[in-house]
């Protein structure tokens, strides 16, 4: 168990629970978090899963594989600490991360 | 305000399309009553799965579920679950259930999605012919994948397909029956289709074209045992499964007088004739703006998109449905993601080949982008859907140029 918080691109702040396993996408989906649309389940094949690490944490994350990596490359907002939220597998070590939520996803 | 009364909005449908609704309204803080029918036991989930990881046993049920049932309940919706919605009374605003209760509505939204066509042949209620539309059919064929029993696919559809290959993974010996001359001929061109015929080919998946079924041979206890062939012959089977394409369910809306043609018609805004209905996802048929046809889709996106509108115009505001589709299907190591729709094109320029560990194919029309099948490339698909949505000309010599960067075709404005 731990804590994550979504930041939405107008600044509001939702901290949701976590466990360990699920992915930040679900986390996103099943908390109503809005700005995360997760529409294909996690395949890794729509792209509307876009969140941007905060800094500090991108570490604990790791850097995208190489099809998220194509799927990123396209999306609006894409920065150096971009991610698709559902391959990013929570673990424990994450409690207290932030993630930015861009104003568009894909 | 004239009239603050809450009124109550009944969804009919427990699929993908309502599911994401509920979403959708729980996140604008819809202030109205809802009131969700779902014939599955199950809270709204996702179907993809059912062909792909979920009957290969890679993922359990829950995870299948777009949220837990937990989710809405807490939020405030009702979820009436295992419960049918028999008849419409559009006189009096009244649904009637299948545990003898009636339901007021003040707007209906339909999301009844679609079944399974079924086969008219001899023998088609033989045991052992399924068919995979629910959590139910894919826990039963999952339970006859044992490895050296003999399934035999009928359709070689994405669905079908994508059985096979995770049959192929348990050492099911599958042999799949196409009557058309290729796969997947309705969704994809003939380069994808050889592509996914080789890939199967190798995994050693038996493939039949142009092989029309006439019926099922039973075996002394009932059960199947053949597949009979219009070209004669019998093809041994332990295991059949039948995925020959899918009806709309409008059964509901016709009985209820509503306009229907092979889907229930929906305008942009997904309203139906009623303006106190609306319709969502597999059972309609719609106008996107996208088209100038009007469509039928059997897809998450369009559920989802179609979604999205119909929160919308329940809010009060207009989002017209005008988005590209979108589709993707996973068999063995191949992730194919498409968007547009490609039959309508009158030129395919292939980027990249099928020996390639990636490649795509364009389909266009006077010289536009209208359709993208990608194979391991997301770059295409996501480049695809930005030059799709947009109509965008390009040159299809830059299209196929492996030293121009595909995204550098989306950074103008316009590429010629
Ligand atoms: C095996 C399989 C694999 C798929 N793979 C993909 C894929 O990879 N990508 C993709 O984009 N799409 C895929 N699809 C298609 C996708 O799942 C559908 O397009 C989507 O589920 C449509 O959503 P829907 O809500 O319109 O309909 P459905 O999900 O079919 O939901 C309709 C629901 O309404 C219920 N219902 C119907 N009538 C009544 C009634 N009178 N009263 C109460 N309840 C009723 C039904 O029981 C059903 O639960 C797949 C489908 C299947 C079956
Ligand atoms: S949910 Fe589709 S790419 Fe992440």
Known sequence: M??????????????????????VMQIAVDNLIPGIDGDCGGECACGTCHVIVSDDWFRKTGTPGGEEEQMLSMTPERASTSRLGCQVVITDEMDGMTVHLPEFQM | MANQQKETTVIVGGGHAAG???????????????????EEPHPPYQRPPLSKNYLAGEVDQESLYLKPRSVYENAGHQLRLGVRAEQIDRDNKTISLSDQSTLKYDRLVLATGSHVRRLNAPGADLKGIHYLHDIADSD????????????VIVGGGYIGLEVAASATKKSVDVTVLEAAERLMQRVTGPEMSEFFYTKHSNAGVDLRLNTAVTGFEASDQGHVAGVTLASGGTVPADIVL??????????????????????????????????????????????????????????????VDQARTVAATLMGEKKPYNSAPWFWSNQYD???????????????????????KGFAVFYLRDGCVIAVDAVNLPIAFMVGKTLVQQRRQVNPEMLKDPDIELKSLVSGQSIN
């Open chain 1, 2 to 23: 731990g804590k994550i918080t979504f930041i939405e691109h107008d600044q509001t702040e939702h901290v949701a629970e976590f466990k360990a396993g699920s992915s």
């Open chain 2, 20 to 38: 994401a609704l509920l979403t959708t309204l729980l996140q604008k803080k819809y202030q109205h009553e809802v009131v969700l029918v779902g």
């Open chain 2, 140 to 151: 039963a064929l999952r339970e006859q994948l044992v490895p050296g029993k003999r399934l």
């Open chain 2, 242 to 303: 039948v995925s020959v394409g899918v009806v709309p369910e409008t059964a509901l809306a016709e009985a209820a007088g509503l306009p229907c043609d092979d889907g229930i018609i929906v305008d942009e805004f997904t309203r139906t004739e009623d303006p106190a209905i609306l319709a969502i996802g597999d059972c309609t048929r719609h106008r996107n703006l996208f088209f100038e046809k009007m469509q039928r889709l059997e897809s998450v996106a369009n559920a």
């Open chain 2, 334 to 356: 191949v992730r194919l993601q498409m968007v547009g729709l490609s039959q309508y094109h009158d030129q395919r320029v292939l980027r990249g080949s099928p020996e390639d």
